[in-house]
T-cell receptor, first 114, second 111 residues
Framework: GGIITQTPKFLIGQEGQKLTLKCQQNFNHDTMYWYRQDSGKGLRLIYYSITENDLQKGDLSEGYDASREKKSSFSLTVTSAQKNEMAVFLC?????????????FGPGTRLTVL | QQKVQQSPESLIVPEGAMTSLNCTFSDSASQYFAWYRQHSGKAPKALMSIFSNGEKEEGRFTIHLNKASLHFSLHIRDSQPSDSALYLCAVSDQGGRALIFGTGTTVSVSP
């Protein structure tokens, strides 16, 4: 089995600050994803990557940047944090690209913007 | 662009009863359909998935898919308190490059 690690677990930032979230997986999966989850609701896709150095925008990419420099890691940057923003950011990976395979999720990073 | 909606938003079921969850999607060309479960404070985990029209059963869980009506559902037989969680449906997007998740249904099973 494998594991997905997300750091930090909790992230508190100031309005306008640039914040970076990191994700590592040891499944040796090709595809990695970043989702945002508000208040225990559904997941919204921010970015995904089908291989290292590849980036694909999801529906919620505005206000975010992503980077996939290695197969095992995928980072997400909030370019300018918004006041009162509170959400959980979930990283996931799957063995192949495309929506036809099980995704494995990390425990999440909980973001609070003061 | 794929739209995925779930109903109801939340429900309470007594222990031992059947739990039925619904998911509608907008693109009839979608190829892959899945249900995920997320216990409070935990990561989502895949429950079941289906590719073609019909029914699939695994233990207490059954998925029904009807592409023509743009609808699929999850049924949980003999619901247990441990089934209390947020349930998320997911459908492959146009081009099949990613999964689009629904809005979620919160299930509470009362002992």
């Amino acid at each position: 089995g494998g594991i997905i690690t997300q750091t930090p677990k909790f992230l508190i930032g100031q309005e306008g600050q640039k914040l970076t979230l990191k994700c590592q997986q040891n499944f040796n999966h090709d595809t990695m994803y970043w989702y945002r989850q508000d208040s225990g609701k559904g997941l919204r896709l921010i970015y995904y990557s089908i291989t290292e150095n590849d980036l694909q925008k999801g529906d919620l990419s505005e206000g975010y940047d992503a980077s996939r420099e290695k197969k095992s890691s995928f980072s997400l940057t909030v370019t300018s944090a918004q006041k009162n923003e509170m959400a959980v950011f979930l990283c996931a990976s799957s063995i192949n690209w495309g929506g036809a395979g099980e995704q494995y999720f990390g425990p999440g990073t909980r973001l609070t913007v003061l | 662009q794929q739209k995925v909606q779930q109903s109801p938003e939340s429900l309470i079921v007594p222990e031992g009863a059947m739990t039925s969850l619904n998911c509608t999607f907008s693109d009839s060309a979608s190829q892959y359909f899945a249900w995920y479960r997320q216990h409070s404070g935990k990561a989502p985990k895949a429950l079941m998935s289906i590719f073609s029209n019909g029914e699939k059963e695994e233990g207490r869980f059954t998925i029904h898919l009807n592409k023509a009506s743009l609808h699929f559902s999850l049924h949980i037989r003999d619901s247990q308190p441990s089934d209390s969680a947020l349930y998320l449906c997911a459908v492959s997007d146009q081009g099949g490059r990613a999964l689009i998740f629904g809005t979620g249904t919160t299930v509470s099973v009362s002992p």
